[in-house]
């Protein structure tokens, strides 16, 4: 079966610096995700992409934070400078809507950010 | 504004008996609601959903759930666990309109004893 796969498992990054988390979403699927999971806490929404463009994003996506396709099978959040509050578990999800926005998503298995 | 809460963080039950995780949501339109399960290291996997139509929808692993519309519940179950059913799970809810992101619940622990 197709699956979403993230790069890397785990990161570990220096307060302040760049980081730019990989998604290889399902290669048929037109709809993107971005969630996070903060330790002890619920996984939140990000940001959604489809057709080449952010259709949703939450309050937690602020200026720092940006999502790109930048060819056709990867899908990437870059945290421009990142904070300590940034460190948890982050999952990228895709979907193909046939007929509707009734698929489920599917998960990779996250990249867990450290931030130092 | 949607919201989803699983009323137990942890649910400590012996191998082979039944289960229900609880889910309630409020949302003042209608909602998809789905089941995932995070074994430990791993990402999310559907156990089921629902959409429309039969109120009870079963899903993998031997889990069912019923969808509740007056009671706003989306209630998970299995009639007999195993220790490999010991995981984390999440209720989460997505709205018919719009671009499908899912809101999820705060978890629920469940851990299966021998």
């Known amino acids: 079966e197709p699956e979403v796969t993230q790069t890397p498992s785990h990161q570990v990054t220096q307060m302040g610096q760049e980081v730019i988390l990989r998604c290889v979403p399902i290669s048929n699927h037109l709809y993107f995700y971005w969630y996070r999971q903060i330790l002890g806490q619920k996984v939140e929404f990000l940001v959604s992409?489809?057709?080449?463009?952010?259709?949703?994003k939450s309050e937690i996506f602020d200026d720092q934070f940006s999502v790109e396709r930048p060819d056709g099978s990867n899908f990437t959040l870059k945290i421009r400078s990142t904070k300590l509050e940034d460190s948890a578990m982050y999952f990228c999800a895709s979907t193909w809507p046939r007929g509707g926005l009734d698929q489920p998503q599917h998960f990779g298995d996250g990249t867990r950010l450290s931030i130092l | 504004a949607q919201s989803v809460t699983q009323l137990d963080s942890q649910v400590p039950v012996f191998e082979e008996a039944p289960v229900e995780l609880r889910c309630n949501y409020s949302?003042?339109?209608?909602?998809?609601l789905f089941w995932y399960v995070q074994y430990p290291n791993q990402g999310l996997q559907l156990l089921l959903k629902y959409l429309s139509g039969s109120t009870l929808v079963k899903g993998i692993n031997g889990f069912e759930a019923e969808f509740n519309k007056s009671q706003t519940s989306f209630h998970l179950r299995k009639p007999s666990v195993h220790i490999s059913d010991t995981a984390e799970y999440f209720c989460?809810?997505?709205?018919?309109?719009?671009?499908?992101?899912?809101?999820f619940g705060q978890g629920t622990e469940l851990s299966v004893k021998p």
């Open positions: 949302s003042s339109v209608s909602v998809y």
């Open positions: 992409f489809y057709n080449n463009e952010i259709s949703e």
């Open positions: 989460a809810v997505s709205l018919i309109t719009q671009g499908g992101k899912l809101i």
